[in-house]
Structure formats: structure tokens, C-alpha cells
């Protein structure tokens, strides 16, 4: 399984890091790019790449203001094809019905003139999940073994005076007060 390296930079590098995630300050947004094994950058949603997109989708549509409309999936999109009337964008929530679409939103354009849609972008989501077994160097309880080590570690005959322990700039302390350094003399 390969690494992935992350970078935060002002602008993408000339020499790209194998297997690396950029992420490019750009004004108030941010551009990602993912380079290959090869070191070989592919834009993930950049700007410069969802303005071509935008250009392209708006010069074959009328001049006229088109809304923007939202949808859950690629059915209810297509399911507003009979009242469309105009030029139209719709946001799609989940457009994996879009065989061209792996995962996530896309966004698409209704041309009145070819009645037919443009996807214009895709939204992929960058969630992540971590599962327990992914863990590498875990350790070998369960989370459920774990939770109730840590749930009994906390029950005790005598967990009140313990509480009453505690450090502070290196001194020891019962109930808030320094303990000092004999014993003996401390009346508690």
C-alpha cells in the first residue's frame, strides 16, 4: 500500500513528490492536486479547471439567467426535463446514477436548444472512515475490551482520596495543597 504525502504550498512546485496530496493556496480557495507513482499531477476540482468547465457549459446556453436548482439524485433530475422551459443549472446531491460519475454531487446544465443536460462539475466528497482493523500497530483489544478497562479503572474503593492527588510545577499536592517534603509533619 502506498504512502501518501501531504503538502500545504503557496504554488504547486516544479518538481512534484511521487504519491503526494498538494494542496495550492489560491486567493480565498484551494486548489488539490494528486500526482501519481510517476510523480505526475491530476487536478482534483481545481479552479482553473471548474472556470474551463463553467466557460464551456455557459456559451452553449442562452444569455439569459439560468436559477440553480437542487435535487437528490439523477432521477429527480431528469424527472424535471418535462417542465423545463428554459436554460437551467441543477445541483445533483448524489449523482452516482451518472455512469461518468464515481462518487459524490455534480452539477449540471439543461440546454433548451439540444434538450439535453451538460454536466458541468463534478463534487467529489473527501470523507474519510476509519475502521478499527485499518489501524496499523493497533492494539490487540477490542475497543469494547478497552472501553471497559478504562470504565473499571475508574472504580475503586478509594478513588475520592486519590482524586484529591495532583502535580503542579513539579510539586505534589493533596487537595490543592503542596505536599511537603516530610511527611511526618503533615497533619491529614
Known amino acids: 500500500m502506498a504512502q501518501i504525502a501531504f503538502y500545504k504550498v ?6 512534484l513528490v511521487a504519491n503526494a496530496f498538494y494542496y ?10 494528486l500526482t501519481n507513482s ?6 482534483i476540482g481545481n479552479s ?14 442562452p ?11 439523477i432521477a429527480a433530475r431528469d424527472a ?16 452516482t446514477g451518472d455512469p461518468t460519475v464515481d462518487a459524490g454531487a455534480a452539477l449540471y446544465a439543461w440546454n433548451p436548444a439540444t434538450t439535453s443536460w451538460l454536466k458541468v462539475a463534478e463534487y467529489e466528497s473527501m ?17 469494547a475490551q478497552i472501553d471497559s478497562a478504562v470504565g473499571q479503572a ?10 484529591k492527588f495532583s502535580e503542579l510545577a513539579g510539586a505534589l499536592r493533596y487537595n490543592g495543597a503542596a505536599i511537603p517534603a516530610e511527611w511526618n509533619t503533615t497533619n491529614w
Open 80 to 95: 424535471l426535463e418535462p417542465s423545463l422551459e428554459g436554460a437551467v443549472f441543477v445541483l445533483v446531491q448524489d449523482a
Open 10 to 15: 503557496a504554488t504547486l512546485p516544479g518538481s
Open 38 to 43: 510517476a510523480g505526475e499531477a491530476k487536478s
Open 127 to 143: 470523507d474519510v472512515t476509519l475502521t478499527w482493523d485499518a489501524i496499523q500497530g493497533r492494539p490487540t483489544s477490542t475497543p
Open 154 to 163: 475508574h472504580s475503586h474503593a478509594n478513588k475520592t482520596t486519590l482524586d
Open 48 to 61: 482553473a479547471m471548474i472556470n474551463a468547465l463553467i466557460t464551456e457549459a455557459l456559451s452553449s446556453l
Open 24 to 33: 495550492v493556496e489560491n486567493g480565498n480557495y484551494a486548489e488539490s492536486y
Open 63 to 73: 444569455s439569459s439567467g439560468a436559477p440553480v436548482l437542487f435535487v437528490v439524485d
